[in-house]
């Protein structure tokens, strides 16, 4: 379930989680084969966890749900990304720790409208953000609402486990991010050691897996935003964004510095993750990014958004 889905075809899904610049028609025919899409319309996960305290010490939660787009995937995503999602409703939700992909269902979520309607969840993905670290993020396809009467709430009403196994998401609920909104971070931690991957190339494929940190990198930083974001001409970030990132830390004598990612990586797999490459090992406490340098698929700019760094007890 982890292995990387490297087709260019997956621009469809980074519609949602990243948009996509232009690919032509015949590599979207590619071989591809879907691997991380569910149907189930009720919970099937048999389960007698039901703490939400996970193995890391941290309550589970839902971090964010963001309406991405209103009747608008794309011809080809039923191919691609769900059978079934062409003209759907689709939005990314954010999960405060990595999920079993394995207990992850469409009948495992309620979106609940303005007007109290309750919407319909046909299908979910994980892709294309799959690489080690990332699996918090599931794209939900469905018809759960309009304009005029916006999905407000997601509540996981299943089982949904985190990877270890160790709690159950089933209960929790966040209120739901409208569609005119620009994207904005909602999620920042430190990347373990054995998730760097330094000087790892992306694939020569758009939306299969990010590049990595290059050697001399000394910490990493993950920032995730609600939903996919490119520069204004549907272009991956660069050189650009990486300057407009700010990342503040604390050194071990407690003065507080404001440092600039020195390289950008997970790049080119669209995704909604950048790690930001740091050559200080001072604690970070906050990422924080400039408005209007990126855009959701709707071409909604960013607005000025900052989040604090998650930091492991």
């Keep these: 379930m982890m292995s990387h889905l490297k087709s260019p075809a997956l621009c469809l899904v980074a519609l949602l989680l990243a948009g996509c610049g232009r690919v032509p028609i015949s590599a979207l025919f590619s071989d591809y084969e879907r691997q991380l899409d569910s149907y189930d319309q009720v919970d099937i996960t048999d389960t007698d966890v039901t703490t939400t305290l996970a193995g890391d010490g941290r309550e589970v939660a839902l971090v964010s749900a963001f309406y991405g787009l209103d009747d608008d995937l794309p011809f080809f995503s039923g191919r691609f990304i769900c059978e079934g999602s062409r003209n759907k409703d689709g939005m990314p939700v954010i999960f405060s720790h990595e999920v079993d992909p394995g207990t992850v269902e469409p009948g495992d979520f309620k979106v609940t409208t303005a ?3 309750i919407g319909e969840v046909t299908c979910l993905t994980l892709a294309p953000a799959d690489d080690k670290g990332e699996l918090r993020t599931v794209l939900l396809v469905g018809q759960y609402g309009s304009i005029d009467d916006q999905p407000a709430r997601v509540e996981i009403v299943g089982n949904i486990l985190s990877a270890d196994r160790s709690a159950n998401f089933k209960g929790t609920s966040v209120e739901v991010i409208p569609l005119e909104a620009g994207p904005t971070l909602v999620w920042a931690e430190v990347v373990p050691h054995q998730e760097w991957a330094l000087d790892q190339e992306g694939t020569a494929l758009p939306f299969g897996g990010g590049s990595g940190c290059p050697e001399g990198t000394r910490q990493i930083v993950r920032a ?22 700010k990342v503040t830390t604390v050194s071990h004598d407690g003065t507080v510095n404001e440092l600039t990612p020195f390289a950008l990586a997970d790049l080119g797999d669209g995704d909604n993750n950048h790690k930001l490459c740091l050559d200080s090992t001072d604690k970070v406490t906050t990422v924080s990014f400039a408005a209007g340098y990126v855009t959701d698929p709707r071409d909604d700019l960013n607005p000025a958004t900052s989040v604090m760094v998650e930091q492991q007890p």
């Design 115 to 117: 007007s109290g309607a």
């Design 224 to 245: 995730t935003w609600a939903g996919g974001i490119t520069k204004p001409n549907s272009q991956p970030a660069d050189d650009v964004e990486r300057l407009v990132y």
